[in-house]
T-cell receptor, first 111, second 113 residues
């Protein structure tokens, strides 16, 4: 079945440093979604990428979808303590509605 | 996006007992999804619940252990049956967002002792 791998598993950064998490799927995706889960919270939808090579920005967050639609990245510029949480990518493939989640990257930011 | 009310938010249960988790959505949705998130882990889909039909379970999950009801287009329940400490997890329901993405309930944090 479809697998979605995400690295790194953990990342400690100093406030103000940049952060990137990478996502790779074993199969071509119809779209990829990114979610943020704060400690003790539930996943919250951030964005969806659909087109090959697509790049989207949300303030300090930049999301990319690879040309082959099998990989994606999330880059945060100048991290803040409010960025703390676990970031998950989730891939949708084929005609189904089933999301396959990556393992998540837990971001910790030191003030 | 849809608003989901999930209950209970947390519970501590004795092994061998069962717990039923409820999710109420503020709009009608075709499919509802139930996930399990073990401590420090990612989300794993348990089953997809369609109104008026049997839920579709993912590999490793069976109806006898995780019976699901979907009586109407705004409500679903997941029961965790005959619980053991290995069932201690966060259980989440989810629906497709009105435009895109998925909306999650606030989760049920289950501890089995």
């Amino acid at each position: 079945g479809q697998q979605v791998m995400q690295i790194p598993q953990y990342q400690h950064v100093q406030e103000g440093e940049d952060f990137t998490t990478y996502c790779n799927s074993s199969t071509t995706l119809s779209n990829i979604q990114w979610y943020k889960q704060r400690p003790g919270g539930h996943p919250v939808f951030l964005i969806q990428l659909v087109k090959s090579g697509e790049v989207k920005k949300q303030k300090r967050l930049t999301f990319q979808f690879g040309e082959a639609k099998k990989n994606s990245s999330l880059h945060i510029t100048a991290t803040q303590t409010t960025d703390v949480g676990t970031y998950f990518c989730a891939g949708l493939s084929g005609a189904g509605n089933m999301l396959t989640f990556g393992g998540g990257t837990r971001l910790m930011v030191k003030p | 996006s849809a608003v989901i009310s999930q209950k209970p938010s947390r519970d501590i249960c004795q092994r061998g007992t069962s717990l039923t988790i409820q999710c109420q959505v503020d709009s009608q949705v075709t499919m509802m999804f139930w996930y399990r998130q073990q401590p420090g882990q990612s989300l794993t889909l348990i089953a997809t619940a369609n109104q008026g039909s049997e839920a579709t379970y993912e590999s490793g999950f069976v109806i006898d252990k995780f019976p699901i009801s979907r009586p109407n287009l705004t409500f679903s329940t997941l029961t965790v049956s005959n619980m053991s400490p290995e069932d201690s997890s966060i259980y989440l329901c989810s629906v497709e967002g009105r435009i895109y993405g998925y909306t999650f309930g606030s989760g049920t944090r289950l501890t089995v002792v």
